[in-house]
Structure formats: C-alpha cells, structure tokens
C-alpha cells in the first residue's frame, strides 16, 4: 500500500479527517458536526466542549481509515488546522480547563475595560499581533480572572484549537505564529509570544507554550492516543496552523497582490 497523509480540520460548525496519498490525491474523508453551546447566564458566550468533541475527532479519525481501508501503519504522519481564535486553557499536568470557540464574544466588559483604562494598547499590541482586542485572547483571560478565579488559578498552559488535537495526539502542547499571533499576545515579527502583553494588564505571563513552525516534528502518536484513535504509534505528529492561512498557501496564494477566497457554512 502506498503511503498516506492524514490532516484534521477543526472548524466552527464541524471537525473532519482527510486521508491524502502523498500525490495529494484524496483517500477519504470522514465529517462531524458539533455545537458550541452559550454558557448558562453568560451572554454571547460559546463554549468549546473538548470533551465531547475529542470524541468526535476520534469518530472522524477511525472512520476515514476505515473508509481509505489502509493499516494505520501506512500514515507516515497527522497535522490538524483549526478555526483561529478559538483558545484551550489547561493545567500543570495538561488536562483541559477551559475552552471557547472562536466567536465566543463573552468578554466585552473585559474589552471596554482595556479600552479605557489602556489608552493606545490596543494599537500597540495591534502593530504586533495584528489582532484587536475582540476576539483574542486578553480580554477572555481577563474574564476569567474577574468571574471564574478557581480555573484562572490553575491555568497552566493555552493554545489553540487545532494545537489541541496534536497536543492530544502527541502529548506535546505547542503553537504556531499562524494561529498563535490570533491570540494578540504574540509578535508576528519575531514569531514568538509576547508575555510583557499578558503581563502589562495583570495576566500570568508564564502559560505559553513553546513555537514550533508549520510543519515541525512533534513526536510520535503517544500510546495512548493509539489506543484511542487507532492511528499507530508508528505516525509523526506535525504542527498546523491557522484554517485559513493554511488554505491560501495550499491554494499558492503567497505572494502580494494574489487573492483567495476561503467560506465557511
């Protein structure tokens, strides 16, 4: 059998698991939705289910090698991409604490809040980032902190949606500058985390994860996540990135002046 690539794409109304051969050529595919659901009287909250959604990551895992029927053996490696700005909060022994979708907006006290008090940060850390503050990651840390102090005390770790499934997968918990930088914490320039911006409005500064590059060497599919997903221990696990840059570079939208156009439903 020849040999295969498997990529998993985590996005906001669904998570899927692709089977390529290494000419690009698609094996299978195999596709669940999932709901994120608005958090019991928190307002524009949309709260990210790891558990229940790592089962369906499972689900699409299995049956796209059943429907590519390959041996598991046969996938040199695993990547995933996600939905930016959705954010993984975990602890000291990396269990997930906390997690939100990328258009949870329970946060805009938290925003006016910088706004107000921080006059011109949002620009500085924009210049950065690239990000405002709206959807990153500041602001919802912030709320944490204001309405949920328990968890906040025990954050250890953050990443993105996409970095979850591979840290599942590897039990390596990183990040990418494509999807790290949606956090607004991060500087796109030096590609690496950017802690004085946690620190400068009061948040722990010691939660971020290493940065690995697009397509960096994880480690292996851990035992247990074998035991899981039935991928072998055999498979690399290889950073991701964000959904849509990821997208435009597999499209060849690389240089100034090309233009893509990526939807969702």
């Known amino acids: ?9 985590a996005g906001t109304g669904s998570v899927r698991a692709v089977i390529f051969d290494t000419k690009a050529n698609q094996l299978a595919v195999s596709q669940r939705e999932w709901t994120h659901l608005e ?10 289910d790891s558990k229940n959604n790592w089962s369906l990551v499972v689900t699409c895992i299995k049956e796209a090698i059943q429907k590519a029927n390959i041996n598991p053996d046969d996938i040199l490696g695993v990547s995933a991409t996600s939905m930016r700005e959705g954010i993984v909060l ?3 022994d990396g269990k997930e604490l906390w997690a939100v979708a990328n258009v949870d907006a329970r946060a805009s006290n938290e925003v006016k809040y910088l706004k107000e008090n921080f ?12 990000q ?3 959807l990153g990651a500041l602001p919802r840390l912030l709320w944490l902190k204001n309405n949920r102090p328990e968890i906040y005390k025990k954050v250890a770790h953050i990443s993105m949606i996409g970095d979850w499934i591979l840290a599942r997968l590897s039990g390596v918990i990183a990040s990418d500058p494509s999807n790290g930088g949606t956090t607004g914490i991060f500087s796109l ?5 950017m802690p004085q911006m946690a620190k400068k409005v009061g948040i722990n500064d010691r939660i ?11 480690g292996f599919v851990t035992q247990k996540a074998s035991a899981e997903t039935a991928l072998s221990t055999s498979t690399k696990v290889i950073m991701g990135g964000g959904d849509v840059q990821l997208g435009a570079a597999g499209l060849g939208v690389v240089e100034a002046g090309q233009v893509a156009i990526l939807g969702g439903s």
Do not use: H, Q
């Not at 059998?1 to 794409?9: E, Q, V, Y």
């Open 1 to 9: 059998m020849n040999k295969c690539l498997m990529a998993i794409d």
């Open 39 to 48: 958090e019991e009287n928190v307002p524009n909250s949309m709260n990210f």
């Open 90 to 92: 975990y602890d000291a």
């Open 119 to 130: 006059a011109g940060l949002e620009e500085e850390f924009y210049a950065d980032s690239g």
């Open 132 to 134: 405002t503050f709206a």
């Open 189 to 193: 320039k030096k590609r690496d985390w």
């Open 208 to 218: 971020f994860p290493k940065v690995l590059e697009v397509g960096s060497f994880m």
